[in-house]
């Protein structure tokens, strides 16, 4: 039931659509596309599309299975990483219970990154708990050799996402945890170079790691997800996770903390993910994953030794400290489980959703409808998180100026031109003018939106309470479409 209510979602994401336009373009042309095909303003040389994996393993489902399919992969994908962290839990030496308790409170920060339904990031949070659980196998086990699974994953991992680098990152950690622990590192050290060198195994090269760089440096100010946990728990987007993770991550290095050096490689983990977690709020997941397979062994031996006084002086006077920390935790988690997971009626909890829903409140229905009915072709400038979902309903008869792709496929000067634009900056009319835009689809009352109502060259052709569609008056005139007063 706890699984069904956090992770039973039957809303898209935006990106969603992204993908599978990909695949589909793919698997219908039988050529793999190296520069953009969907857009009519400038690209980059190379368009590097770190989840073209996805794409291709979703489409099929999707056209084949419809929803179900999709959904089906999402929960095999989302009970397979449970199943892992839980595996890792007990391998570290954690009792069942204890492992149930955290992995469930670890959960509740996890499941908001399975919202809406799909998107590449869960191939991402299978690998890193997969990643975790290979590490601890061959640590406690001394048995080094399986750290070559991690080879083919990561093979896999950088094809289906970009967060193969997730995985890179906890090598190198264990390799400073445990060379400063004083154990063996050297087999963590040599998988990481090895790692490093097969994801060069990817349609793109050398060029995919270029990318890379130059994704990991930008700031994305434009994408809440992107936004640190403190800009998200002042603007209320993501607040509930956003103050559930600071929760947990003070918990988690308190109750390290009072083990001394015996967890040092568990310690550099949390507070390298509390560090990049606080940083951008999309990587709070990573803390629910790790807080789940790391605590219930930490938290066991904590409590074991403060009910039988065998803490040094220093960690017994922080044992009121650590009780309260696991208090809040615990009263928070239960406080707050119906706004993160968004209750709405009994059935929510009874069966998952195997429905994938574009709902009109969110996504421009009513506008592609009027354009599907008039047939319309032509260069559709879009509002930016609406572009990948009007690339899956229009390809191939238009295109678009801008979409969710973002640095995958425009180079800087067009990012810039067209956030101007969408913010109505002083420069805004310079797209609007630059570039061979037919149609326009902005969100209603907004700036935009109000500006573009006065421009003589532009007509609105459809508006409901979520959007607007603007044709130019010449194309409208000539193909005799029909419009809607203002």
Not at 52 to 67: A, D, E, H, R, S
Not at 85 to 93: D, N, P, Q
Not at 304 to 321: D, E, Q, T, V
Not at 388 to 416: L, N, S
Request: aromatic share 18%.
């Amino acid at each position: 039931m706890l699984f069904i209510l956090l992770f039973s979602r039957s809303l898209a994401d935006f990106d969603f659509w992204g993908c599978l336009s990909f695949g589909r373009f793919l698997w219908e042309n039988g050529y793999f596309p190296y520069q953009d095909v969907f857009s009519y303003t400038p690209t980059k040389p190379v368009w590097v599309y770190h989840e073209w994996l996805t794409g291709v393993i979703l489409y099929p489902l999707f056209k084949y299975l419809g929803p179900a399919g999709v959904q089906l992969l999402r929960y095999v994908l989302i009970v397979s990483t449970i199943l892992i962290m839980y595996l890792a839990a007990v391998k570290r030496g954690a009792t069942a219970p204890v492992s149930f308790i955290m992995i469930s409170i670890g959960l509740i920060l996890i499941s908001w990154g399975y919202t809406p339904v799909i998107r590449a990031q869960i191939f991402t949070y299978l690998f890193f708990a997969l990643s975790i659980f290979l590490a601890e196998c061959a640590r406690k086990e001394s048995k080094y050799f399986l750290l070559l699974w991690l080879l083919p994953i990561q093979i896999f991992w950088c094809n289906l996402h970009g967060g193969f680098i997730a995985g890179l990152g906890l090598l190198a950690l264990y390799a400073l945890g445990e060379g400063l622990s004083g154990r063996r590192f050297m087999p963590f050290v040599l998988i990481l170079a090895g790692s490093l060198l097969v994801t060069l195994v990817n349609p793109y090269g050398f060029d995919y790691w270029r990318y890379l760089i130059d994704a990991l440096a930008m700031t994305r100010p434009d994408i809440v997800e992107w936004h640190s946990v403190f800009k998200s728990i002042r603007g209320k987007t993501f607040a509930p996770p956003a103050i559930l993770f600071l929760f947990l991550s003070a918990a988690s290095i308190f109750a390290i903390i009072l083990h001394g050096k015996k967890y040092l490689t568990e310690l550099i983990i949390i507070v390298t993910l509390t560090f990049l977690g606080s940083k951008h709020i999309r990587h709070t997941v990573f803390m629910g994953i790790a807080f789940g397979i790391f605590l219930p062994v930490v938290l066991k031996e904590t409590f074991y030794r403060l009910s039988n006084g065998k803490l040094n002086s220093m960690a017994s006077r922080l044992k009121p400290l650590v009780l309260f920390c696991f208090y809040l935790v615990a009263v928070f988690t239960v406080y707050m489980l119906p706004s993160i997971t968004k209750i709405q009626k009994p059935s929510d909890v009874l069966c998952p959703s195997f429905s994938l829903s574009a709902s009109c409140s969110i996504f421009p229905c009513g506008a592609l409808k009027w354009l599907e009915n008039n047939s319309f072709r032509g260069n559709i400038l879009t509002s930016f998180h609406w572009g990948e979902y009007v690339i899956w309903h229009t390809y191939p008869h238009c295109k678009v100026a801008f979409d969710g792709r973002y640095e995958t496929v425009y180079p800087e000067f067009v990012q810039k031109e067209y956030f101007d634009f969408v913010n109505a900056n002083d420069r805004w009319k310079y797209f609007l003018e630059k570039y061979p835009h037919n149609a326009i689809l902005v969100n209603t009352k907004t700036r935009i939106h109000f500006l573009l109502t006065r421009e003589p060259a532009w007509r609105v052709a459809y508006t409901d309470r979520l959007c607007t569609l603007f044709i130019r008056d010449d194309q409208l005139l000539n193909n005799s479409f029909p419009h809607v007063p203002q």
